[in-house]
């Protein structure tokens, strides 16, 4: 429940358009739905203008159907994230207007919302650090934001990287996704003028232990305005890069 739907609850009572009776029924679940394995908090979207998320990994499809079925009940959104596409299909039925993002892993209903002036850029270190990086990508699209992408420009080859200054220069927020030795962020810190946050990848070889290579390189990073969130975590990243990107603009 956001709150332009509570504004709305309570003017139709002011209004007389509805008895004390509904809007008790309509407020009963607020702040949070208990279904014993899951508490959803209903309030998220009212605190932090992002609803709570479906963090579909480790959850069982009879979960993720449940905790989906109620938020659609109390008017909510659905955005799940580490989605298979077999939750895909689940929460299809439910919603049929749900759109499943792929490469992202991420199920949720696309809206159209004033988009930002300024644009995120979401770069990759390789073509296997993708997923992560759409999995920023989108969330930060879905929170209202305008996104370019630029992938495979590892340290690899430099060069791949350089030619595309003027969009790296351009971005306002730049999130960084590699894994390996997990150098492009650094690189990167050199360029720019503006917040980089940096994704760590499980991607690599055995010496690399899944991403913790990575995590170690980028928080031991000299490059300046560089921060760092957890191993894979694009969703950390997407959401952050949209509360920086969207610091100066109006408020509804």
Same mark, same amino acid.
């Given at each position: 429940?956001?709150? @332009?739907? $509570? ?5 139709? %009572? =002011?209004?007389?358009? +509805?008895?004390?009776? /509904?809007?008790?029924? #309509? ?64 929460? @299809?039925? $439910? ?5 499943? %993002? =792929?490469?992202?892993? +991420?199920?949720?209903? /696309?809206?159209?919302? #004033? ?138």
């Amino acid at each position: 429940m956001n709150k @332009k739907e $509570i504004e709305k609850i309570l003017q139709q %009572f =002011k209004s007389g358009q +509805i008895e004390t009776k /509904e809007v008790l029924e #309509k407020l009963k679940h607020f702040p949070y739905d208990d279904l014993g394995f899951a508490k959803i908090d209903n309030q998220r979207h009212l605190r932090k203008g992002f609803p709570e998320v479906i963090f579909c990994q480790g959850k069982t499809l009879e979960q993720i159907t449940k905790i989906t079925k109620r938020i659609k009940e109390t008017g909510g959104k659905i955005v799940a994230t580490r989605a298979a596409p077999e939750v895909y299909q689940e929460i @299809k039925k $439910i919603i049929p207007e749900v759109t499943y %993002f =792929k490469e992202a892993r +991420i199920v949720a209903v /696309e809206e159209k919302k #004033k988009v930002s002036s300024k644009y995120i850029l979401v770069v990759s270190g390789g073509t296997a650090d993708i997923p992560v990086a759409e999995e920023a990508a989108v969330i930060a699209e879905l929170m209202g934001n305008r996104v370019e992408r630029l992938y495979d420009v590892g340290v690899a080859g430099l060069h791949r990287l350089l030619t595309n200054s003027k969009k790296l220069l351009a971005a306002n927020v730049l999130i960084v996704a590699a894994g390996m030795e997990g150098a492009l962020p650094s690189v990167v810190g050199g360029l720019v003028d503006k917040p980089i946050i940096a994704v760590p990848t499980s991607v690599g070889y055995g010496a690399s232990f899944n991403g913790l290579s990575a995590l170690l390189t980028m928080l031991n990073s000299c490059a300046p305005g560089l921060a760092v969130v957890n191993i894979d975590n694009g969703f950390g990243a997407g959401y952050m890069a949209s509360l920086i990107n969207q610091l100066n603009e109006v408020k509804e």
